[in-house]
């Protein structure tokens, strides 16, 4: 008997709040797929190439893992306690019985452990299947490959995600259910009651609200300039502001209620009973609508910060190189190639390659001191006569420090650019071609040079006059990304080897043969060769070499730091916000059933008031996710702006678009929770159609 009753409490309780089950299965899938991310296919092939930054990773989802516990903990928190308060009669009538209260006790809390246990048993397997079709998909889009891919079950995952839950589950409950076991029978019978909020002049919350808007136009503004978050101080002010002004907004929204409570519409019934019920919500929980905006914010700004930055990681450079060689025995330039092709050829390799030409890099040696040998007034000039903006300022900045640029033989140049299937530069003897790596370029700032490339500047190398033409280029000139040059002159074969003296960098690039590719992919096929070249002892002839494969796994690390995190992180703050902001209405609405009972005995259908509750929930919801969408904007475009690198500045239009979409996925995101919460709302009204006598 005792039995039956906690297995009908539950699964009642599970069908009258399945907005907050469904949150716990949801948070139940977030957790095991970002603790079970080592085991992806891509983080074990991470592994062996930056191990290091790997477990740094890992430990930061523990971190990050923590944290949203925390966080939950007050979900939980917050949900039992309107799932307890909207039993309290039941529970009054259990006493009232002669239950004992340590029986109750334990029946509420057997009833939670049973709803704790189905929402880990359909959460785990669906995690389960989640992460490994997303590690299937990663690993194909990667080029990783599903060959060798096996079923992975993390044990840990599936150990911190039950231990995590039950832990902050219990807590919660634990601290509520002895509160409720503790109270009077009478308490319990009356039911609760919430103490009226004092109120303020109409105009005092009109101030509020321009104030909260005018602090919220600050923090737009700051946010759209990327100087803001090169200085903590201003950084701190921006989100002082926004938050502060997000507060206010909402405290003061009360005003503009009561304004659309006066246009009164003759053809739409219960409009002044179903604005009056807004602005009651706003009054009572204008803070729990704030903290849900701020949440909802955070959640578009981790998931279009997070997808565009993996993104952009994913497309930044164009992949033309497979490997880059250097030897550190030979001291004469010329003869590095030739010993490279040897060293190959004797080990049966040189058949791997399609091509293998040099890279040489030096500086302008024509005098014993080979610094201040540049100079370039006319470029610089021409940049202070456009008008003022922060990319000429950033040009004028790092075009000051060039005094000594590096130079890049024109022969080799032109064979990196016929590889990338780009045209091939022509330089007369006393011209040279810019060239920039896209690290420290933006778009903007790239179409700023070459406008005063097209002009055909002046500049001085050690004393001699040269005409900087053409476009600038960027094309990476080895496989390895840390070596990046801020500026760099292209010159002529023969005005290259008179300005370094025959002394120069020679770095061997190799890109190879396309025929092992077509039985396997980049990546199997790059890491079969690494594997052959570290058995030759490259090493221990100094002979150094770096492969795409290191680079793309730089890449690919910071795709799934960025993608995994703030997708992780932006579904637990969607599910948050949207499971407190539900649950605050039906509470609410439960709190004020009398009044919807009032309205049954003077005539309204259960039709009138299921369309007036649906209208309060657009209302409820609408304006938390409205001031959202709007900070989110300026929120995304400051990240993109002030917090990513200049190579990806250009592709700020791309990051945008990945915003609209986020924004398309939140609107599909709160429709689904408005429709949930509607129809447990509709469930409620139903329940007060038929007149009740009170005695």
């Known amino acids: 008997m005792f039995s039956d009753l906690i297995f009908r409490n539950s699964s009642r309780s599970r069908k009258?709040?399945?907005?907050?089950?469904?949150?716990?299965?949801?948070?139940?899938?977030?957790?095991?797929?970002?603790?079970?991310?080592?085991?992806?296919?891509?983080?074990?092939?991470?592994?062996?190439?930056?191990?290091?930054?790997?477990?740094?990773?890992?430990?930061?989802?523990?971190?990050?893992?923590?944290?949203?516990?925390?966080?939950?903990?007050?979900?939980?928190?917050?949900?039992?306690?309107?799932?307890?308060?909207?039993?309290?009669?039941?529970?009054?009538?259990?006493?009232?019985?002669?239950?004992?209260?340590?029986?109750?006790?334990?029946?509420?809390?057997?009833?939670?452990?049973?709803?704790?246990?189905?929402?880990?048993?359909?959460?785990?397997?669906?995690?389960?299947?989640?992460?490994?079709?997303i590690s299937l998909i990663t690993a194909k889009l990667v080029g990783i490959g599903i060959m060798g891919h096996q079923f992975t079950f993390s044990f840990s995952a599936i150990g911190f995600t039950i231990t995590g839950f039950l832990a902050i589950k219990l807590a919660a409950f634990l601290a509520l259910s002895s509160e409720i076991s503790r109270q009077e029978i009478g308490a319990l019978l009356t039911g609760s009651s919430e103490n009226e909020k004092r109120q303020r002049p109409a105009a005092f919350y009109g101030i509020c609200t321009v104030v909260g808007i005018m602090m919220l136009a600050a923090a737009y503004i700051m946010a759209a300039q990327r100087r803001t978050w090169h200085k903590a101080d201003k950084i701190f002010v921006t989100l002082l502001l926004g938050l502060l002004g997000t507060i206010l907004l909402f405290y003061g929204i009360r005003v503009v209620i009561a304004f659309l409570v006066k246009v009164k519409k003759a053809d739409q019934r219960l409009h002044v009973f179903t604005f009056r019920q807004i602005q009651e919500n706003v009054i009572h929980q204008f803070a729990s609508m704030a903290v849900s905006s701020l949440l909802i914010l955070m959640a578009v700004c981790?998931?279009?910060?997070g997808i565009g930055m993996a993104n952009a990681n994913q497309q930044a450079g164009t992949h033309v190189l497979d490997?880059?060689?250097s030897d550190k025995f030979t001291e004469n330039p010329q003869e590095v190639l030739p010993r490279l092709q040897t060293v190959l050829k004797e080990n049966g390799l040189d058949s791997q390659f399609s091509q293998l030409f040099e890279m040489r890099i030096g500086y302008a040696r024509a005098t014993e001191n080979y610094h201040n040998v540049f100079q370039m007034d006319s470029v610089m000039e021409s940049l202070r006569s456009l008008d003022q903006s922060e990319d000429r300022d950033v040009l004028l900045n790092n075009l000051s420090y060039v005094d000594a640029p590096h130079l890049i033989c024109l022969s080799d140049y032109n064979r990196l650019l016929k590889a990338a299937g780009k045209p091939a530069l022509t330089l007369a003897a006393n011209e040279a071609a810019v060239y920039q790596d896209p690290d420290f370029m933006s778009a903007s700032r790239t179409a700023m040079l070459n406008k005063i490339l097209s002009a055909n500047p002046q500049v001085m190398l050690d004393g001699n006059f040269l005409y900087l033409t053409g476009e600038s280029q960027s094309v990476d000139l080895v496989t390895d990304r840390s070596i990046t040059l801020l500026f760099a002159l292209i010159l002529p074969d023969e005005q290259f080897l008179y300005y370094t003296?025959?002394?120069?960098?020679?770095?061997?690039?190799?890109?190879?043969?396309?025929?092992?590719?077509?039985?396997?992919?980049?990546?199997?096929?790059?890491?079969?060769?690494?594997?052959?070249?570290?058995?030759?002892?490259?090493?221990?002839?100094?002979i150094e070499y770096e492969s795409y494969l290191q680079n793309m796994s730089r890449q690919l690390f910071y795709m799934v730091a960025a993608s995994y995190i703030t997708i992780y992180l932006a579904i637990i703050f969607l599910v948050v916000a949207n499971t407190i902001i539900g649950v605050q209405f039906l509470m609410n609405q439960q709190k004020t059933g009398r009044r919807y009972q009032t309205l049954v005995h003077l005539g309204a259908t259960y039709k009138n008031l299921c369309t007036s509750a649906r209208k309060q929930i657009?209302?409820?919801?609408?304006?938390?996710?409205?001031?959202?969408?709007?900070?989110?904007?300026?929120?995304?475009?400051?990240?993109?702006?002030g917090l990513i690198s200049s190579k990806m500045q250009g592709t700020q239009g791309e990051m945008l678009m990945v915003f609209a979409a986020m924004i398309f996925v939140l609107c599909v995101v709160e429709y689904l929770y408005m429709t949930v919460i509607k129809r447990s709302s509709d469930r409620y009204l139903l329940t007060l159609m038929q007149p009740q006598r009170e005695e």
Request: glycine share 8%; proline share 2%.
């Open 302 to 305: 981790c998931f279009g910060a």
């Open 501 to 542: 003296k025959g002394t120069y960098g020679v770095y061997i690039n190799g890109i190879m043969n396309q025929a092992p590719l077509k039985s396997s992919s980049l990546i199997t096929a790059i890491s079969d060769l690494n594997t052959r070249l570290d058995g030759i002892g490259f090493q221990d002839m100094g």
């Open 16 to 133: 009258e709040n399945g907005l907050f089950f469904s949150s716990l299965v949801i948070s139940i899938v977030a957790f095991y797929m970002i603790l079970s991310l080592s085991k992806q296919d891509v983080m074990v092939f991470l592994r062996k190439m930056e191990s290091d930054a790997v477990n740094q990773l890992l430990l930061m989802i523990l971190v990050f893992y923590g944290i949203t516990l925390g966080i939950l903990f007050f979900l939980i928190y917050f949900a039992c306690k309107y799932q307890l308060e909207c039993r309290r009669k039941e529970f009054g009538v259990y006493l009232i019985m002669g239950m004992r209260r340590s029986k109750f006790f334990t029946m509420l809390l057997a009833e939670d452990f049973l709803s704790s246990i189905l929402a880990l048993a359909i959460g785990l397997p669906a995690a389960v299947l989640l992460s490994e079709l």
């Open 323 to 325: 490997y880059t060689f």
């Open 618 to 641: 657009i209302w409820f919801m609408g304006f938390p996710v409205a001031v959202a969408s709007v900070s989110s904007f300026f929120g995304v475009k400051a990240l993109f702006s």
